[in-house]
């Protein structure tokens, strides 16, 4: 079946140094690929997305990478605050599913040390 | 910023009972969305609903589970015989648009069933 996942459930880094967080899927009709950050308490809030004609995007300090021949999915984020730590979820989306239903991953929890 | 609300954000309720959870999406969004995460769980799709209708729901949304826009600014959930394992947090999501769009989550409901 269709499934999301993660490679690494925790990641410590060190403030300042740049983070990777992956991600591999299995739905390979997945047409849509996001990361969202969820800080303790709150909901899930998006980062970046990509689409599947799509190898690599950037946003501000984030960047995502998609290669879709071992699909897998990662999440790059440089210059590692402490205020990114946080539980951090791919999720995919396919038209196969009617183009709504988000199929988020288990999430890695990153830690950023002073 | 425009933001997602939800009330209650912690309800506690009996097995049996039925229990409503309230959402205000943004207001110029057409797309709403619940989703629930029980305690370390990753976070899972319940139900899209757009133009008065659901356009998808998971198999997690069963006969105990329904929603409805009872007004222009209200989204509801509705459980109408909770369980104990319905004990999670729900969260609310709304976009303007379909598959592509950027959704935006609200606080959450921490539902509690005893």
């Known amino acids: 079946g269709e499934s999301v996942g993660l490679h690494l459930p925790t990641l410590s880094v060190q403030e300042g140094d740049n983070s990777i967080i992956n991600c591999a899927y299995s739905?390979?009709?997945?047409?849509?690929f996001i990361w969202y950050k969820q800080e303790s308490g709150k909901g899930p809030q998006f980062i970046i997305d990509?689409?599947?004609?799509?190898d690599k995007r950037q946003g501000q300090r984030v960047t995502v990478l998609l290669n879709k021949t071992v699909k897998h999915l990662s999440l790059q984020i440089a210059a590692t605050q402490p205020g990114d730590s946080a539980v951090y979820f791919c999720?995919?989306?396919?038209?196969?599913?009617?183009?709504?239903?988000?199929?988020f991953g288990a999430g890695t929890r990153l830690f950023v040390k002073a | 910023e425009p933001e997602v609300t939800q009330t209650p954000s912690h309800q506690v309720t009996q097995m049996g009972q039925e229990v409503i959870l309230r959402c205000v999406p943004i207001?110029?969004?057409?797309?709403f969305y619940w989703y629930r995460q029980i305690l370390g769980q990753k976070v899972e799709f319940l139900v899209s609903?757009?133009?008065?209708?659901?356009?998808?729901k998971s198999e997690i949304f069963d006969d105990q589970f329904s929603v409805e826009r009872p007004d222009g600014s209200n989204f509801t959930l509705k459980i109408r015989s909770t369980k104990l394992e319905d004990s999670a947090m729900y969260f609310c999501?709304?976009?303007?648009?379909?598959?592509?769009?950027?959704?935006?989550f609200g606080p959450g409901t921490r539902l509690t069933v005893t």
């Open positions: 999501a709304s976009s303007e648009s379909g598959i592509d769009y950027e959704q935006y």
């Open positions: 739905n390979s009709a997945s047409d849509y």
């Open positions: 990509i689409r599947s004609n799509m």
């Open positions: 999720a995919e989306k396919s038209m196969n599913t009617g183009g709504f239903k988000t199929i």
């Open positions: 207001s110029n969004h057409l797309y």
């Open positions: 609903f757009y133009n008065n209708e659901i356009s998808e």
